[in-house]
T-cell receptor
């Protein structure tokens, strides 16, 4: 049971380049989330998903897109990277519908992204 | 919108001593959850303790306990017998019970345990 995994762990981009961050979970969770963590600002929600095929905007969605084609995967895309998107990105998942456990979020190890 | 405030950006404590981290939140909800997460230098987010708002009894997990004051909207974390491995960033988080279970995080408190 790997929990929540993220690919890649580190990435450096040039302004204007695009990339996709991949999040995978093997806990059969319904809900998945993408956060960014910046110094002094805690974790801020970018987008989230309440199930396969669904996505919703969080607190800071601009400049990002997401997709959840499969229940276990949640992709975060940057179409045209900007230096303001330099951050650490965390994926999380929660809610095992069968077990009825709704609360705790399980986090991946994070991806450090630098945009030059 | 929900807001979570951690007013102590940095704290330190001597090994084996006790320290309390503060957290306040603002909400009009009646049913919700509160959490403390720990983020060591490895960057991994680790759940420390959770509290359901409908429970009056304060949650405890070994050396970690909370003081939950619902009327005051306060949720502090007490760490007893501090250990070097407790050195980390600590985040307070609020979750309301709606579809999606969105979390709202505070800005964190950096705790250093001094040998």
């Amino acid at each position: 049971n790997a929990g929540v995994t993220q690919t890649p762990k580190f990435r450096v981009l040039k302004t204007g380049q695009s990339m996709t961050l991949l999040c995978a979970q093997d806990m059969n969770h319904e809900y998945m989330y993408w956060y960014r963590q910046d110094p002094g600002m805690g974790l801020r929600l970018i987008h989230y998903s309440v199930g396969e095929g669904t996505t919703a905007k969080g607190e800071v969605p601009d400049g990002y897109n997401v997709s959840r084609l499969k229940k276990q995967n949640f992709l975060l895309g940057l179409e045209s990277a900007a230096p303001s998107q330099t951050s650490v990105y965390f994926c999380a998942s929660s809610y095992d519908g069968l077990a009825g456990i709704r609360d705790e979020q399980f986090f991946g190890p994070g991806t450090r992204l630098t945009v030059l | 919108a929900q807001t979570v405030t951690q007013s102590q950006p940095e704290m330190s404590v001597q090994e084996a001593e006790t320290v309390t981290l503060s957290c306040t939140y603002d909400t009009s909800e009646n049913n919700y959850y509160l959490f403390w997460y720990k983020q060591p230098p490895s960057r991994q987010m680790i759940l420390v303790i959770r509290q359901e708002a409908y429970k009056q009894q304060n949650a405890t997990e070994n050396r970690f306990s909370v003081n939950f004051q619902k009327a005051a909207k306060s949720f502090s974390l007490k760490i007893s017998d501090s250990q070097l491995g407790d050195t980390a960033m600590y985040f307070c988080a609020f979750m309301k019970q709606v579809a999606g279970n969105q979390f709202y995080f505070g800005t964190g408190t950096s705790l250093t345990v001094i040998p």
